[in-house]
């Protein structure tokens, strides 16, 4: 069995709760009681990634107090339309959001532009490490994700106004130089409140996250003033083996029966995932260039034993992966090892990747937390990532997360890029944008991901390197032309000595 606790009894308290744990003055009876305490103005860190490992009940019992406002909520993004955080926006609770990401949110999206709240885009990883590191007493750190990005030079639009004209921006970051590399200067979170969403916790307080939800609600729940954990199943101390205790007791404050179920975002299916041949021969012209382009990018696995791939493009190229091949598939919301979706009737809302679909693990992957996840990101263990791109310049420049006027934030993009020295970075993209504008550019025009990290760039045309700051065809299709290459090309290029075709 895949869990060791499965077989154990597990006692289930809550709606029906009495008097089996008077010794647990943790325990509260009902979510209303638990959010006792919150004040107006207060920060909450909120778990979960998409709609996984969120605390539903905990959410829901705040959006029924409207006297409780002003709130800043810290969270990677912020759920969909009636479901998760977007209650507390929906019910102008939130003036201030801390989040990574807006994604598929149209509520969230249009309070930020019509000036409703304030939005302090910051990246993933970034975002983890401010709330681990200020649970860990240190107040500061240097990181290397958004060098030479708004993020450093605090051009991130804060609040607009009702004209969706920028009233207020980010501010700008202090840099130093260690190593011979810059890093920024980011101050560390302090939470108010936390609302951690637990699989099991013992009476205690003691916590056990299942699969991929345990994301930001390990280092949310160390972090706060008031943590307060909502749980599937609330066992005896005990109950849970002290070694796979995620988060500790002593971080605890309250503990109540989760009541809402859980969420999925989006549900996929072994049975929908088609053979790289079916995907090659199916499909209209638009879907079968995409095959293309990705089964060319998934020739970058070799040599690599671990590598994260973007949505959408990027991560089709893992359909073209070998039979048996052994690369481990990082997911940034906790996954080493991804494996396939479930087969219909095995989805489990607690195992999804950085998509947000349902998915399995592979036979020896890996469990995390959103902070160790970016800790492997940006400490260079990821051995290749591959990306989307709006555009990407001559000398490697990567701008693929907003453009202006339609931002949907970084997610993990800027930690993905931040040690190309020690992670290969492909970017893996249509040649031509819907308009048939050259994505590869001289300069970047849009928001940058990040400065001079690009090494490959694979679309259905051809493959660059970028060398000593040059951009270099390497590679032709055999359905292109170094002719057709220059022409849809917007920007200058060296034609390899060795150029090939693919
Ligand atoms: C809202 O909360 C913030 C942060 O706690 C505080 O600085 C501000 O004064 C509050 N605003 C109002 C209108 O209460
Ligand atoms: C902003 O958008 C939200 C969400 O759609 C809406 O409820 C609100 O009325 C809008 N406010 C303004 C000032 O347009
Ligand atoms: C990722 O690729 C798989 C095929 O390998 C596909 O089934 C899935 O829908 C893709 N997911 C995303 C988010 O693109």
Known sequence: MMFKFAARTTVRIGIRFSSTYPSSSKIVKSADEAINGIKSGDMILSGGFGLSGVSETLIDALSKRPDIKNLTAVSNNAGLEGKGLSKLLESGQVTKMIASYIGMNK????????????????????????????????????????????????????????????????????????????????????????????????????????????????????????????????????EIEPENVHLQSIFVDKIVQSIKPKQFEVIKFAEDQKSPEELLESGNEKEIKRYKIAKRASQEFEGHNSANLGVGLPNLSAAFLPEGSNVLLESENGILGMGQHPKKGKEDADYVNSGKETVTLVKGASLFGSEDSFGMIRGGNIGLTMLGAFQVSANGDLANWGIPGKIKGMGGAMDLVSNPKATKVVVVTEHTNKKGVSKIVENCEFPLTGEKVINTIITELAVFIIKDGKLVLTEISTESSLEEVQKKTNAKFIVSDDLKEF
């Open 107 to 238: 509520k969230f999206e249009q309070l930020y532009l019509n000036g409703s709240i304030d939005l302090e885009l910051t990246p993933q990883g970034t975002i983890i490490e401010k709330v681990r590191s200020g649970a860990a007493g240190i107040p500061a750190f240097y990181t290397p994700t958004g060098v030479g990005t708004w993020v450093q030079e605090g051009k991130l639009p804060v609040r607009y106004d009702s004209n969706g004209k920028v009233l207020k921006t980010s501010k700008p970051k202090e840099s130093r130089r260690f190593n011979g590399r810059d890093f920024l200067l980011e101050e560390s979170i302090y939470g108010d409140v936390a609302f951690v969403k637990a699989f099991k916790v013992d009476t205690l307080g003691n916590c056990w996250f299942r699969g991929s939800s345990r994301n930001f609600n390990q280092a949310f729940g160390k972090n706060a003033k008031l943590t307060i954990v909502e749980a599937e199943n609330i066992v005896e101390p005990g």
